[in-house]
């Protein structure tokens, strides 16, 4: 059952993969369905109708499924996958994301900053540790993720994380304990799987000063 109370097929908590055959928890796939004129569609909030079909949260793996005809196997019907289906699933999962956040932080449930940031993670408030993908390494070590598994996101960039804190550029947020906690780290977990943050990464440490660009909307 999904969060809205929709049941999905099957209602486990497990499904194949159509590309490695692999059997893995829900959070790690990405659901697509026969859209219109027999297009395949990504379903990332898994409420459109139809049969699914579920692929790894990988670039090659989906960029395979599209190249091999493999969503129109599983479906048993002609179907027609975009060239750059990859790549339209990790802006929706971007955008995804950064709405989460934003929602968290006009619910006081985020901060952004390096201090307020810092205060969260000191006070054991913040349950996830999120960070720019192109914040330079030297960085982006201050601050250390909440204990536990996949408490630190760094899979989005400085301008989207700006977005999602009204600011043009953010490096250090914290989102809090509770709340959206949880559905962000399923979200940051399934971009991870997909996104290539090297580009950003050795631009940021090309020489980039990322702290000055963590306004100029004040410093959260």
């Known amino acids: 059952m999904t969060r809205g109370g929709r049941i999905r097929e099957g209602e486990g908590g497990e499904r194949r993969c159509i590309v490695t055959r692999a059997t893995r928890p829900r959070g790690g796939l990405v659901r697509f369905v026969a859209g219109p004129d027999d297009v395949v569609v990504p379903d990332l909030a898994g409420k459109l109708p139809g049969r699914g079909m579920w692929v790894s949260a990988d670039a090659a793996a989906i960029g395979q499924a599209a190249a091999k005809g493999l969503f129109a196997r599983a479906a048993k019907r002609q179907l027609r996958a975009p060239a750059d289906l990859a790549a339209r699933v990790e802006a929706l999962l971007a955008a995804r994301l950064v709405e989460l956040l934003a929602l968290a932080r006009k619910a006081g449930e985020a901060v952004a900053g390096l201090e307020k940031t810092k205060a969260a993670l000191a006070s054991g408030e913040a349950a996830l540790l999120v960070q720019a993908a192109d914040g330079s390494s030297r960085e982006r070590a201050r601050l250390r993720p909440p204990e536990g598994e996949d408490t ?40 991870s799987g997909i996104r290539d943050v090297n580009m950003g990464t050795a631009s940021a440490e090309a020489g980039t000063d990322v702290l000055a660009g963590e306004g100029p909307r004040g410093k959260g």
């Open 152 to 191: 630190l996101v760094a899979c989005l960039f400085a301008h989207e994380l700006g977005v999602a804190f009204a600011r043009d550029r953010v490096i250090h947020a914290a989102v809090l304990a509770g709340g959206l906690s949880d559905r962000i780290r399923d979200e940051a977990l399934r971009l």
